[in-house]
């Protein structure tokens, strides 16, 4: 492993751990050069499946933008970065475990609103207001009635 500061390539491991959840391998490295330490993550590569845009398209599937998604739907939210890792985590997660090659954007948009519904609100009303392209105030109403009664409408 090349250190991160001189680039030398001989590190040695300080501490080896697991994750909490077990995906993960944490180790504690020291530069035998310069001698300053960093940490590195083993994690299992799994293939994400090819993203199905509305008009045929088929993309890489990018967690960035993902994330970039989340981030403007939680924009001046009160929700930690951390949340917003486990949340990623748990929509990869369900679309890594359908096994399947391709998956369409609506399918990874009814999950975004899935998790944002459980995580804040009004996240939830702010992305699926674009992912649902609302045209007028009434359509806004349905969905606050939605959250107001706990449903799980569409």
């Known amino acids: 492993m090349k250190c ?3 680039h030398h ?3 040695q491991v300080l501490d080896t751990r697991a994750s ?4 993960s391998i944490r180790r504690r490295r020291r530069c035998a050069k ?3 330490r960093f940490t590195t993550y083993e994690r299992i590569e799994l293939t994400m499946p090819v993203i199905v845009k509305k008009n045929g398209s088929r993309v890489e599937f990018a967690a ?3 994330r970039a998604s989340l981030m403007l739907a939680l924009r001046k939210r009160p929700v930690s970065a951390e949340l917003v890792d486990v949340t990623i985590s748990r929509i990869e997660q369900k679309i ?3 096994g399947e090659r391709e998956i369409s954007s609506q399918r990874i948009g009814e999950y975004i609103m899935e998790e944002l519904k459980r995580l ?3 996240a939830y009303i702010r992305f699926a207001s674009v992912y649902r392209s609302f045209e007028d105030v009434a359509e806004f109403q349905n969905v606050i009635a939605e959250i107001a009664s706990g449903s799980d409408k569409k």
């Open 9 to 11: 390539e001989d590190t």
């Open 20 to 23: 909490e959840e077990g995906d």
């Open 64 to 66: 960035a933008k993902l």
């Open 34 to 36: 310069c001698d300053k």
């Open 4 to 6: 991160p500061f001189c």
């Open 120 to 122: 804040d609100k009004i």
């Open 96 to 98: 890594l475990s359908l």
